[in-house]
C-alpha cells in the first residue's frame, strides 16, 4: 500500500466521521437524522477520499522537488525573507488586534501571513543580488596573498579558465588579438583534467585533451595577457565544474568558458561570466536592409525556389529564387534580418542590376 493511498483511506474516514456529526446535528430538513447523518457521512467519505492528496502527500511532494532543484542561494535567502515578514507581521500585530470587531481578530493574521509572502518572493527573486552585495561587504582578499606569493594578484581582474574553452581553441586566437585584458589563470586541477583526457583509450577524447595542452603551452609564449597555472584546489568539493564556480566566488574573479550548462550554474550563483560564443555571436557582421553582398548560393532553402549560401563568419542567407544559381556567386539584396536562438538569418533577393 502506497503513502499516498494510506492518506486517503485516513481521509476518507475521518471525513466519513465529521460528516455523519455534522449531519446527526443539523436540523430537520424532511428527513429523518439518521438518513441526513448517513448522507453527510458519504459525502464526507468522498470528499476526503478525493482531496486528501491535495493538501498532504502532493505538497510535500512540490516541497520536496523545490528544495531538491532550487539553488541554495534562493532557499536561503527565502527563508530569511519568511522570517522577516513574520517580524514585520508580530511588530504590526499589537496595534492591528486594538481595531474594532472581526477586524482585531483576523487582521493580525492576515498581515502576518500578506507579509510573510512577500519577504519569500522579494528575498527568492533578489537572492543572487544579495549574495553579491554580502559578499562584497565580508570578502577578505588577503588571505590569498600567501598563495601566490607576496604580492597579491588581486590588484586586476581575474579569468578562471575552463578546459571547455582551452580545449575549443578559439581563446589562443583571441589572446593574440590583444582585446582581453586580465589575468588568465589556469588552476592546477584543470589542468590534471585536461591530462587524464589526454590519457584516455579514445582516440578523439585524447586528441582533445593534448589539443589543450599544447594550447596551453602555445599560449604561455604568444599570449598578450598573462596565463598562469595556480596551484589552488577548493576542500571538500569533487566535481571540476562546482571547483571553478566556488573558487570564482572565493577569489571574485570571472569565469571563461564555453560550457552552457557550467555558464547557466555559475550566473545563477553570482558568478560573472565571459563565454567566447557568447563573443563570436557579437562580433558577427551586422548587414542592414538595403545592403548588397556577393554570395555563394550552395543549396536549396526550404520553400520552393529558395537558395541558401553562407557568410564568412557561418550566417545563413535565405535567397529568394536563388536555387536556379545554385554553386555560383552572384550579388544579392538583404531585405530583412530574422534573430533566432541559434544566431542571426538574413534574408535576401537577386539584385536587378549586378555589379561587374
Known amino acids: 500500500m502506497t503513502i499516498e493511498l494510506a492518506l486517503r483511506l485516513l481521509g476518507m474516514v475521518v471525513c466519513t466521521l465529521i460528516g455523519a456529526r ?67 507581521g508580530a511588530l504590526l500585530a499589537a496595534p492591528l488586534s486594538s481595531l474594532p470587531g472581526a477586524l482585531g481578530e483576523w487582521m493580525p493574521t492576515v498581515i502576518a501571513v500578506v507579509f510573510a509572502y512577500l519577504g519569500v518572493v522579494i528575498f527568492g527573486y533578489r537572492a543572487l543580488d544579495i549574495f553579491n552585495m ?92 598573462p596565463v598562469d597555472i595556480v596551484d589552488v584546489d577548493v576542500e571538500g568539493v569533487r566535481e571540476v565544474d562546482h571547483k571553478l564556480i566556488e573558487l570564482c566566488k572565493q577569489m571574485n574573479a570571472l569565469l571563461l568558458t564555453t560550457d ?13 561570466v565571459l563565454n567566447i560564443n557568447d563573443l563570436a555571436l557579437a562580433v558577427k557582421a551586422v548587414l542592414l536592409p538595403g545592403d548588397v553582398i556577393a554570395l555563394q548560393v550552395i543549396g536549396e532553402g526550404r520553400e520552393p525556389g529558395q537558395g541558401v549560401g553562407y557568410l564568412e563568419d557561418g550566417t545563413m542567407v535565405v535567397v529568394e529564387d536563388g536555387r536556379r544559381h545554385i554553386d555560383r556567386t552572384i550579388d544579392v539584396v538583404i531585405t530583412r534580418m530574422l534573430q533566432t536562438t541559434a544566431g542571426k538569418m538574413y534574408f535576401a533577393r537577386l539584385e536587378e542590376n549586378p555589379r561587374k
Open 22 to 88: 455534522l449531519g446527526a446535528e443539523l436540523p430537520p430538513v424532511g428527513l429523518a437524522r439518521e438518513t441526513t447523518a448517513v448522507v453527510f457521512a458519504l459525502l464526507g467519505s468522498l470528499v476526503g477520499l478525493i482531496l486528501t492528496p491535495y493538501f498532504t502527500t502532493r505538497p510535500a511532494r512540490a516541497a520536496a522537488r523545490l528544495a531538491r532543484e532550487a539553488p541554495a542561494e534562493i532557499l536561503l535567502t527565502s527563508i530569511v525573507g519568511l522570517i522577516f515578514g513574520l517580524v514585520v
Open 134 to 225: 554580502t559578499r562584497q561587504i565580508f570578502r577578505d582578499d588577503s588571505r590569498y596573498e600567501d598563495r601566490f606569493g607576496d604580492q597579491p594578484i588581486f590588484n586586476e581582474v581575474q579569468i578562471l579558465v575552463d578546459s571547455s574553452v582551452i580545449i575549443d581553441g578559439r581563446l589562443l586566437d583571441i589572446s593574440k588579438t590583444g582585446f582581453l585584458s586580465g589575468h588568465l589563470l589556469i588552476p592546477s586541477f584543470i589542468l590534471r583534467e585536461l591530462q587524464h583526457i589526454a590519457d584516455d583509450s579514445d582516440p578523439q577524447r585524447r586528441a582533445r585533451g593534448r589539443r589543450g595542452l599544447d594550447i596551453i603551452e602555445q599560449m604561455k609564449t604568444v599570449s598578450k595577457v
Open 260 to 272: 552552457h550548462n557550467l555558464n547557466r550554474t555559475a550566473q545563477l550563483q553570482g558568478v560573472q
